[in-house]
């Protein structure tokens, strides 16, 4: 079983489209959690952290649920530049960050 | 700032050659890492650098891998000899210290592909 895992996608969505990812992780005495995006050719760029009693940063929702050991990112109100992929951190110790597989999100006028 | 610099973009080269990847981490970061990216495996971890120390190779793939970091603003990635399952995207990314809340700041990558 991998130590992050996100359904791949893509997720195909029409613009105002309201979509949610979710990630599951295997270490429970993980720390620390967060969403990075990262555009095709680029490199992954932090989006949010991810805090207990979960997080807002505009159109954004981070949530994370220890119990099930899932965390999720839902976009509210998609725009053309949102598409991306969108991939799951773990901080399990130190600075061992685990990235999830990934996913790809469309989001199409 | 300019961020974190790697060279070269992008490396062609033939099974058996030796290839060097650079990185120059954000001026005043403590900590730099080294990711390999493929569409099989996605970002892995090979090594990261705390104070110029290596604290874990444990991702390194194999002898034919080697990192060093010789000064706070320099880092190479050495394969010898590359193989042509070596081709990936190599990232290189720095934090301001080590810290489970600390945020990667990652180049720009290095396209690799071994032919």
């Known amino acids: 079983r991998k130590e992050v895992e996100q359904d791949p996608g893509p997720f195909n969505v029409p613009e105002g489209a309201t979509v949610a990812f979710n990630c599951t992780y295997s270490?429970?005495?993980?720390?620390?959690f967060f969403w990075y995006r990262q555009d095709c050719r680029k490199e992954p760029k932090l989006l949010m952290s991810?805090?207990?009693s979960g997080n807002e940063d505009g159109r954004f929702t981070a949530q994370l649920n220890r119990a099930s050991q899932y965390i999720s990112l839902l976009i509210r109100d998609s725009k053309l530049s949102d598409s991306a992929t969108y991939l799951c951190?773990?901080?399990?110790?130190?600075?061992?960050?685990?990235f999830g597989g990934g996913t790809r999100l469309m989001v199409k006028p | 700032d300019a961020g974190v610099i790697q060279s070269p973009r992008h490396e062609v080269t033939e099974m058996g050659q030796e290839v060097t990847l650079r990185c120059k981490p954000i001026?005043?970061?403590?900590?730099l890492f080294w990711y390999r990216q493929t569409m099989m495996r996605g970002l892995e971890l090979l090594i990261y650098?705390?104070?110029?120390?290596?604290?874990?190779d444990s991702g390194m793939p194999e002898d034919r891998f080697s990192a060093k970091m010789p000064n706070a603003s320099f880092s190479t990635l050495k394969i010898q000899p590359s193989e042509p399952r070596d081709s990936a995207v190599y990232f290189c990314?720095?934090?301001?210290?080590?810290?489970?809340?600390?945020?990667?700041?990652f180049g720009s990558g290095t396209q690799l592909s071994v032919l």
């Open positions: 991810v805090y207990s």
């Open positions: 951190v773990v901080n399990n110790a130190g600075n061992m960050l685990t």
């Open positions: 650098f705390n104070n110029n120390v290596p604290i874990d």
């Open positions: 270490n429970s005495a993980s720390q620390s």
């Open positions: 990314a720095s934090s301001l210290r080590a810290g489970t809340n600390e945020k990667l700041f």
């Open positions: 001026s005043g970061h403590n900590s």
